[in-house]
């Protein structure tokens, strides 16, 4: 099981008596913000199921291949800033997007207590469309995606929103951008209004986090999207590749395969130039 399987089963459980979930709640929130875990030299105030390891090793060692010729990194659905005290943390220009005040507040704590001052925080989802819209659960696993991982559907509030090419416009023409999207289910829609920075150039390098076989309020369904996601990058030029204990290349002939033999709930993939395969394969 991964991460959202556990977190979502472990919450799932608690939900059964209101009382019990909302003390756990508040206790691990209060407990939390006040003990921090140590990784990669830095201190990270948060989920301890996210923490207890190296997040996201395999996907870390990848990316830093990128990371010498990377002019800015944004990282949409931030979450607690894992990835954003790390690249900041390297000197790196760095861009947070993340809509969820509970993990603001953690987001907030890490970078003022490893001292990073010069990272941009937008506290907004990003999606297709501008204006509000509500958005399922308060943590780690809430979702613009109504039953995402179990999420109540009567525990909602609304956040603002607005889209990728809107937001950012035009102001890292030339620049070398590694892009880091982990929202839940929501990509596909974020991806549809993103056409300026999917045709970027020179193109960003994309870690995605996609949806295959999600857990929707209590059935686990194939994404209906899944294919017109990595079209989107297919068509311009982009390779695609699975990180899954190794790298394996993703084509429009495969992917059903990908699919159908393996099931997984997410998986997450690298979008890249074919120039960039020297870089990671080098």
Known sequence: MNFQDNLASFKNKLRKNKIIY?????????????????????????????????????????????????????????NIGYYVCFFASKGIKTIAVEPIQRNLKFLYKNLVANKLSEVEVFPIALSNRIGLQKMYGKAGLASLVKGWYGQ?????????????????????????????????????????????????????????????????????????????????????????????????????ENLPNILRNNRLKTGNFLFLNKTEEKILFS
């Open 22 to 78: 909302y003390l756990y709640q508040v206790f691990f929130d209060f407990y939390y913000y006040h003990k921090p875990s140590r990784q990669l030299g830095l201190k990270y105030y948060g989920d301890p199921l996210n923490l207890k390891n190296i997040w996201e090793a395999e996907e870390l060692e990848i990316i830093q291949k990128f990371l010498p010729t990377a002019d800015a990194v944004i990282n949409i659905g931030a």
């Open 152 to 252: 109540p559907e009567n525990q909602f509030h609304y956040v603002p929103v607005n889209t990728m090419d809107n937001l950012l416009h035009n102001r890292f023409e030339g620049k070398k951008l590694l892009i880091i999207i982990d929202i839940e289910g929501n990509e596909y829609q974020l991806l549809q209004k993103a056409e300026h920075y999917i045709n970027l150039n020179p193109k960003p390098v994309w870690l995605i986090e996609v949806a295959m076989f999600p857990q929707i309020g209590e059935q686990v369904k194939e994404n209906k999207d899944i294919f017109a996601t990595f079209t989107l990058f297919f068509q311009s030029g982009y390779s695609a590749w699975w990180i899954f204990k190794g790298l394996k290349e993703v084509t429009n």
